[in-house]
């Protein structure tokens, strides 16, 4: 069956760090998401891919990279750890029809 | 760029009682519409959604919603809830017809219900 998968699935790291969230899709969709999850604030769009090669800034961006090499993966890269970062992290995907959103496990980070 | 608001953050109920989640959106034009549901250490799962057609939509576990264009609202409702209907629900929001395929998410609703 298809499915998107994170890894890992808790990450904890200390401020400064670079550290990448992987995000893997096997249901062939052109777009993928990253969203973080805090409480009293949903969900948060980080960044966005709508195809290779593509990648958008979302709401909450600052401090985070994206990049598109392929249709599977788009992995998310927080180039310096703060720990405003420290949230769960979810990557989605879906189908260009838009219907629904496909979510991963999500990813538990914690930036100490 | 769309926007979607959840009255309620958190709501409790007993078990039979009947529920409605509000939820408001801002976008002027044509809008697919989702409620999302979060069981306890879970991910998100779809609900239900509306892209056109029949306004009243029914979702899976006996959740149901209306789209009513004229107040921009998108309400849940679910004529009796039970314990396992303990869960967070979001609202979100895409404008594909924009070429927006992300989904905006309310800030979501804590439903807990009681035995």
């Known amino acids: 069956d298809a499915e998107i998968t994170q890894s890992p699935r808790h990450k904890i790291t200390e401020t400064g760090r670079q550290v990448t969230l992987a995000c893997h899709q096997t249901?062939?969709?052109?777009?993928m998401f990253w969203y973080r999850q805090d409480l009293g604030h949903g969900l948060r769009l980080i960044h966005y891919s709508y195809g290779v090669q593509d990648t958008n800034k979302g709401e909450v961006s600052d401090g985070y990279s994206v990049s598109r090499s392929n249709t599977e993966d788009l992995p998310l890269t927080l180039e310096s750890a703060a720990s405003s970062q420290t949230s769960v992290y979810f990557c989605?995907?879906?189908?260009?029809?838009?219907?629904?959103?496909?979510f991963g496990s999500g990813t538990q980070l914690s930036v100490l | 760029a769309q926007s979607v608001s959840q009255h309620n953050h958190h709501v409790i109920l007993s078990e039979a009682a009947s529920l409605e989640l509000g939820c408001n959106y801002s976008y002027g034009g044509t809008v697919n519409l989702f409620w999302y549901v979060q069981y306890p250490g879970q991910h998100l799962q779809l609900l239900l959604k509306y892209f056109s057609g029949d306004p009243l939509v029914k979702g899976i576990k006996g959740f149901e919603a209306e789209f009513i264009k004229s107040k921009f609202s998108f309400n849940l409702r679910k004529p009796s809830v039970q314990w396992s209907d303990t869960a967070e629900y979001f609202c979100?929001?895409?404008?594909?017809?924009?070429?927006?395929?992300?989904?905006?998410f309310g800030k979501g609703t804590k439903l807990s219900v009681i035995p």
């Open positions: 249901w062939n969709h052109n777009n």
């Open positions: 989605a995907s879906s189908g260009d029809r838009s219907e629904k959103l496909f």
């Open positions: 979100a929001v895409n404008a594909p017809g924009a070429g927006s395929y992300q989904l905006t």
